[in-house]
């Protein structure tokens, strides 16, 4: 081994745990990787060693696999952080779960530099040791922590998809390929029928679209018959909105008012928003204004002067007796002769008014002026349409 710079040893105290570990059954636990400067100078490893020369940095191992199984040979790694560094690494060991060295070994000169220095990595560390059976060694580990490099990642992908073209390549040259049913996977076919009941093929996006449109349609034909009216508090054409259908505007101002059950006067109009009261609108009663004036006193009233002036009057017939039965200004016979009597100076008369009342009639003035009134109750008006087609 003179002729070999770079080499991993078994130390005495791993060679001894190892063989113990292949007669006991009972394997060795190796946990923690430490890397070290060597001092300064570029060291051989020894089976005597039990430490490192100038340990920097000691962490749990990420993975210890089986490098080649032939040869017995395994592979430990380590990873260090970006935030670890400001050192040379020139050797390495590996620790059992209890701390003692199992092997050690020197790798080529690399410089870890620090994340505060400007410049920050994660440094990859692999320990390759061969052992008298690969069966003695398993590593110590939270699974939890261990991480995937980019070569594992690789190499996992490559086998995942050599797997897939395998297993693909081979149902491609078998016959075994199912139709998918409601109960197990398989092929499908597609189908862009909106009218099918086929419990075979599948259907498109295209005919799941249409299929919606089409029972959203039916829907609404059978929220809005034709014959249906609709009221909205804005103004909404529904000849725009819902371009298939027909309607026609009720009208404005106008009262709903249920028509006959057997719909023979449906949408026929009529009554008004105002109305004029006449006579014979006002309830059929009689009112008789009458009365009559206080009574009157007697009393004498006299006459204004009349002038000179003589009166009508009559005499006997020359041979008669005046029977006293003749009124003045009358014809009482026609064998009686009119007669006036002679005039006399001006003067006045004197009549006599005996207790007396009046009766009178009287009539109110126009109460109104004929306007018209309005019936219109409180409202709030809203739009109207009704479906005609």
């Not at 590996?94 to 690399?110: K, Q, W």
């Not at 007669?339 to 009549?351: A, F, L, M, R, S």
């Not at 809203?382 to 005609?388: A, P």
């Amino acid at each position: 081994m003179a002729d070999k710079k770079f080499l991993t040893l078994i130390t005495a105290a791993g060679a001894e745990r190892i063989a113990n570990a292949a007669a006991t059954g009972q394997p060795v636990g190796i946990s923690e990787m430490a890397v070290g400067d060597g001092g300064g100078i570029l060291s051989m490893p020894s089976n005597g060693s039990t430490r490192l020369i100038n340990e920097q940095y000691r962490g749990v191992l990420n993975k210890l696999v089986i490098a080649d199984s032939n040869a017995s040979v395994i592979e430990a790694e380590m990873i260090m952080p970006p935030q670890i560094g400001g050192f040379w690494l020139r050797e390495l060991a590996l620790y059992a779960d209890d701390g003692e060295c199992i092997a050690v070994g020197n790798m080529p000169e690399t410089y870890k530099p620090l994340l505060a220095e400007g410049s920050g990595r994660f440094q990859i560390i692999r320990m390759q040791v061969k052992v008298s059976s690969t069966a003695a060694v398993e590593m110590i580990a939270d699974p939890s922590v261990i991480l995937a490099t980019v070569e594992d990642v690789s190499t996992a992908a490559d086998a995942a998809k050599d797997y897939a073209d395998e297993q693909l390549g081979e149902h491609e040259k078998s016959r075994n390929h199912p139709d998918a049913t409601l109960t197990a996977k398989g092929f499908t076919q597609l189908s862009s029928a909106t009218d099918s009941d086929s419990e075979e093929l599948a259907a498109t996006p295209a005919a799941i679209k249409a299929a919606i449109a089409t029972a959203i349609r039916q829907a609404w034909e059978l929220d809005n018959p034709v014959g249906s009216s609709r009221l909205f508090n804005q103004n909404l054409n529904p000849n725009e909105r819902w371009p298939w259908s027909q309607w026609e505007y009720a009208g404005e101002h106008l009262t709903i008012r249920t028509a006959k059950a057997d719909g023979s006067d449906v949408g026929t109009q009529g009554g008004s928003d105002t109305m004029n009261i006449t006579r014979a609108n006002l309830p059929v009663s009689v009112l008789n204004v009458s009365g009559s004036t206080s009574e009157q006193s007697a009393q004498s009233l006299q006459t204004t002067q009349a002038g000179r002036h003589r009166h009508q009057g009559g005499m006997a017939a020359p041979g008669e007796v005046w029977d006293g039965d003749y009124i003045v200004g009358s014809d009482n016979d026609s064998h009686r002769t009119r007669n006036y009597t002679n005039e006399v100076e001006d003067h006045v008369h004197q009549v006599a008014v005996p207790p007396h009342t009046h009766t009178v009639w009287a009539q109110t003035e126009a109460m109104g002026q004929g306007q018209a009134i309005s019936i219109v109750e409180r409202h709030r008006l809203q739009m109207l349409w009704h479906r005609i087609a």
